[in-house]
């Protein structure tokens, strides 16, 4: 598939970069160009500021049966075109069949979920101690919505990244990743401009590789942004909070992960190791939430090692295309090398390779170590791929020390007999989301998803979007003069 060009959504357009440049997005699994993209800059990035500063005002007081239906519109055509959609993610991302499946249920019930945001509760009465004075909290959009989105789940991130801001009034500029111009911002315009959202609501700047610093950082600093939406690498998340804190902006973070699934000891074997193996290796472990750690108590963990072992060196590796592939090429040769590099970094400091390890053309085979020293990257850094660490604990206590010592908190799961013990871990685990009896790969719209720790602040979900897209308002009024004392 080889699409003639992605550009730039401006102000209800479609438009080629003001440098004139472009560049070539490659195929993850075949190394041919998928789509020549637009490279923009700082020009482009407020060119699209301008437009969405200028829709805003009428966004914000539009009714909430139009930015229903819009939504309701676009949910309804994304569901009809699942097939295409399915391929596109395929060949931009190399995103299996499995996961592009689980994208497109997310945000077709993202966008329904959204519709009703428009007739949400907007506010509330205040006692007021001042006679004959009636107060309100009236909750308002904050006006242009800057998003940063990634590629590794390009469809959900930026959806979840644009809708709910559209949905409580608000216009927005989105930067999607180099690796996902199209899935990631390109298609969401399209769907979303062809169900009738006015010209200028969401504009889509793209930018070429190396070069998302100039777009970013004056989406960051235009007085005009007051809020900024960012999915990605704690590293990346750590400098954009620092640039948005000197502008007195508030962020949205959703970074990185290097979560634990605990296997306590009184857990069914078979269901620890079939959640393990989800959990570790779907959409090739290029996601936030996949398990990195395997924490297992010490007293099954010969049988669960076992199996486990088994089960990922049977995964079929390969194009991402074919449904039978569960592992399939990871984004680009970088991220390859990187991969391979850590694995060997761990496996020279003494850790033990129990399967996988090398690159097999463009993919890596499932891979799993033991005895990984606590200096190694792969040991307190996110890895996107599919690797995964195993390591015993004596006990439920040491598994919790163990899963609690990162410094990242996103997910984990806990897998046990008694899920009232679980649920008691689950509080004193220090993680955003703990999901007991199942791995750490869940997500729904209404959710409050977030970390904690160096995995982010804020929470995305619809039922949370009021309180991080929109700013409260002290309104009041009197029925009656009031005496002031000069």
Known sequence: MFLEGVRH?????????ANGRTYDKLNPWTGRVFARVAAGDADDALAALDAADRAFPAWAESLPMDRQRILLRAADALDRR????RGLLAAETGCGVHF??????????????????AYAPAGQILPSDLAGTRALAMRRPVGVVAAIAPWNASLVLAGRAVVAPIATGNTVVLKPSEEAPLTGGALWAELLADAGLPDGVLNVVTHAPGEAGAVAETLIADPRVRRISFTGST????????????????????????????????????QAVDAAVYGAFVHSGQTCMCARRLIVDRSIAPDFTARFVARAAELPVGDPSDPATVVGPVINEWALSLLERRVREAVDLGARLLTGGLPSGRCFPPTVLTGVPPE????????FGPVVLLEEADDAEDALRRANASDFGLTAGVITGDPYRGLDLARRLRAGIVHVNDQPVNDEPQMPFGGVKDSGAGRFGIGFAAEEFTEVQWVTARQETRLYPF
Request: a negative charge.
């Open 9 to 17: 959504h401006i102000g209800g357009g479609w438009v080629d970069a």
């Open 100 to 117: 592009a499946g689980v994208q497109l249920d997310f945000c077709v019930n993202l966008l329904r979920q959204a519709a009703g945001l």
């Open 235 to 270: 590293v990346t998340g750590r400098r954009l909070a620092e640039t948005a804190g000197r502008h007195l902006k508030r962020a949205v973070l959703q970074l990185g992960g290097h979560n634990p699934l605990l296997v306590l000891g009184d857990a069914d074997v078979g």
């Open 82 to 85: 699942r097939d295409e959609v």
């Open 376 to 383: 190694a990257e792969l040991a307190f850094d996110e890895t």
